[in-house]
């Protein structure tokens, strides 16, 4: 049976997150016709990782008619729902979330992997995905992988003493964030039940001011 985890962030990152960080506007947008191709209108949806409930809010706009939000974050939480006291939009404290298995017929996963450099809190949140999605359902991933620009490139080196890992930086307002190989994303998904079924890149806007290129996956949970 698995045991519940405390999935609060912990040390600088959770205080990032409770601070300075939850004062963002995050940058990920959708892309209207992945959305459209993979995700079902009368579905239940959820978004792990929701922040303030950006997503949330755009997809009940678009028609979406069963979508709530978790975040680890109880100032995100909060910020969200003083703007839209509307939305569901729940404070992830541990895991497992208080939803029975195959709960949802779709998720999105917007730069959590990103956001939260913890491989074991990486790997928990994407398990904790294969038992609410149902067999046949999908997530919807956008996130950042290593940067190839000669910017990232010397960040990365010049912090990677400093935090253990090429890949992971801080930027100048404290914020702790990992890029990491594209195929690091396959195969975490893989380990869980989950398939490719589409993948795009474009570029993204950043937190502190700069562009990415993003990659944007939709993996579909095996049915067998």
Do not use: K, N
Not at 75 to 94: F, K, S, Y
Not at 181 to 210: N, S
């Amino acid at each position: 049976m698995t045991q519940p985890r405390d999935v609060r962030r912990t040390g600088r990152t959770r205080a990032y997150w409770e601070t300075t960080g939850a004062a963002h506007t995050f940058t990920h947008p959708l892309d209207p016709e992945l959305l459209a191709a993979h995700l079902p209108v009368e579905g239940r949806i959820l978004d792990y990782g929701c922040g303030y409930g950006r997503l949330v809010l755009e997809l009940t706009e678009r028609g979406y008619r069963d979508v709530r939000g978790v975040d680890p974050s109880a100032a995100l939480v909060a910020r969200g729902l003083a703007d839209h006291p509307e939305l569901r939009l729940t404070r992830l404290r541990e895991l497992p979330l208080p939803f029975a298995d195959a709960s949802f017929d779709a998720a999105l996963l917007f730069a959590v992997l990103t956001s939260d450099p913890d491989p074991v809190a990486q790997e928990s949140a994407v398990a904790e995905l294969a038992r609410l999605v149902r067999p046949g359902g999908v997530v919807y991933v956008s996130d950042v992988p290593l940067q190839t620009d000669e910017r990232s490139r010397a960040r990365y080196r010049a912090q990677e003493a400093s935090t253990g890992t090429y890949g992971v930086f801080r930027i100048e307002d404290g914020g702790t964030f990992q890029h990491q190989p594209l195929e690091r994303f396959h195969e975490l998904f893989g380990r869980h039940g989950f398939a490719v079924a589409e993948e795009r890149r474009d570029v993204t806007p950043t937190l502190d001011g700069h562009t990415d290129l993003r990659v944007q996956l939709i993996v579909r949970r095996r049915t067998a």
